[in-house]
T-cell receptor, first 112, second 112 residues
């Protein structure tokens, strides 16, 4: 059974700092890995999708990497801003393609 | 605008009173899912569907039913709600294996 772990559970940084969020998964036979952002009480917004054949994916100040062999993905946020404060989740579709497993998320606070 | 819609957004009901939460997507997606999100337990998949008339259990299907009679709609049915089904529910859709999941805004359900 796929297990997804996100460390740290919470992170607080001053504005302008570069930071890295981590996502680990136990079964490396994945199709892709998706990073989401969730604001309190809101839905999930897709940030980046990395296919299993890719190593990196970039969108603006966000860069996600994927290392299938080690079962890890990182989300790098450059020059953090208070508006980046949210919970960030990673998700992995299982080999049974309809199922997905989510990590518990990292709650990020960026202080002005 | 491409989107996943859910109704109602908020619902307070009593134990045992049947209810349906609707989910609709306008992206012609084949895959649709229902999740529940609870503090400390994260996002857990309830049911998923990979096409019309094709549904399967996720990780926490007990107490829920779904149907997929049309491609765009995937309602979640609680035949006899109980207080332990109080949660934040999300519907999601995607084009299929390896593609991004798009989430609805969520339905906050309280069962008293």
């Amino acid at each position: 059974k796929q297990e997804v772990t996100q460390i740290p559970a919470a992170l607080s940084v001053p504005e302008g700092e570069n930071l890295v969020l981590n996502c680990s998964f136990t079964d490396s036979a994945i199709y892709n890995l998706q990073w989401f952002r969730q604001d309190p009480g809101k839905g999930l917004t897709s940030l980046l999708l990395i296919q299993s054949s890719q190593r990196e994916q970039t969108s603006g100040r966000l860069n996600a990497s994927l290392d299938k062999s080690s079962g890890r993905s990182t989300l790098y946020i450059a020059a953090s801003q208070p508006g980046d404060s949210a919970t960030y989740l990673c998700a992995v579709p299982n080999t049974n393609a309809g199922k997905s497993t989510f990590g518990d998320g990292t709650t990020l606070t960026v202080k002005p | 605008e491409a989107q996943v819609t859910q109704n109602p957004r908020y619902l307070i009901t009593v134990t045992g009173k049947k209810l349906t939460v609707t989910c609709s997507q306008n992206m012609n997606h084949e895959y649709m899912s229902w999740y529940r999100q609870d503090p400390g337990l994260g996002l857990r998949q309830i049911y998923y569907s990979m096409n019309v008339e094709v549904t399967d259990k996720g990780d926490v299907p007990e107490g829920y039913k779904v149907s997929r009679k049309e491609k765009r709609n995937f309602p979640l049915i609680l035949e006899s709600p109980s207080p332990n089904q109080t949660s934040l529910y999300f519907c999601a859709s995607s084009s299929g294996r390896g593609y991004e999941q798009y989430f609805g805004p969520g339905t906050r359900l309280t069962v008293t």
